[in-house]
T-cell receptor
């Protein structure tokens, strides 16, 4: 069972425009959500996170929105830059003292078109 | 995340051989998580270890797979009698505490190919 879903395998966006990546989850116990960026042949790199007590978190060009009632979160990148081309993974974690393992989505490949 | 060292970066094994993957956590990190990424899929949790202890191995296949994190040296993920379905990228993440969701860094991964 896929508890974290990224339904768009790929997304192409013009440079300078907004990129919106979506993620849905099914486990209502998840209370912490993260986005990772991954380049080919490299490990995932943490990008931004949000706790379930918030509905928005912003860090420079990156903003994550959380809609708990819809069990949906999105990552907005604005303006998009060529270096943003990568695979983006959504991940979630449930509160579990001493064991905060992450559940990942399948990823969305973002291509920024110059 | 360059601080988490995984080796080898690429590993080719014939069916039936053993694969041994190493993860050296960042300095001061005593918590290690292993994840596997099958082709076209996301990362799947395999096992969580602290020094000399396995905390959670619920994501690890019951047979052929084992993991350890000794007091000295790297964490090792061992796959015995490999099969083609074991071909994947294996990533480890290390953390200074059990707060992995806020403090973990991933290594660059080991790409295992079984021929």
């Amino acid at each position: 069972d896929q508890q974290v879903k990224q339904n768009s395998p790929s997304l192409s966006v013009q440079e300078g425009r907004i990129s919106i990546l979506n993620c849905d989850y099914t486990n209502s116990m998840f209370d912490y959500f993260l986005w990772y960026k991954k380049y080919p042949a490299e490990g995932p790199t943490f990008l931004i996170s949000i706790s379930s007590i918030k509905d928005k978190n912003e860090d420079g060009r990156f903003t994550v929105f959380l809609n708990k009632s819809a069990k949906h979160l999105s990552l907005h990148i604005v303006p998009s830059q060529p270096g943003d081309s990568a695979v983006y993974f959504c991940a979630a974690s449930a509160p579990n003292f001493g064991n905060e393992k992450l559940t990942f989505g399948t990823g969305t490949r973002l291509t920024i078109i110059p | 995340n360059a601080g988490v060292m995984q080796n080898p970066r690429h590993l080719v094994r014939r069916r039936g051989q053993e694969a041994r993957l190493r993860c050296s956590p960042m300095k001061g990190h005593s918590h290690v998580y292993w994840y596997r990424q099958l082709p076209e899929e996301g990362l799947k949790f395999m096992v969580y270890l602290q020094k000399e202890n396995i905390i959670d191995e619920s994501g690890m296949p019951k047979e052929r797979f084992s993991a350890e994190f000794p007091k000295e040296g790297p964490s090792i993920l061992r796959i015995q009698q490999v099969v083609r379905g074991d071909s994947a990228a294996y990533f480890c993440a290390s953390s200074p505490t059990d707060r992995v969701r806020t403090e973990a860094f991933f290594g660059q991964g080991t790409r295992l190919t079984v021929v």
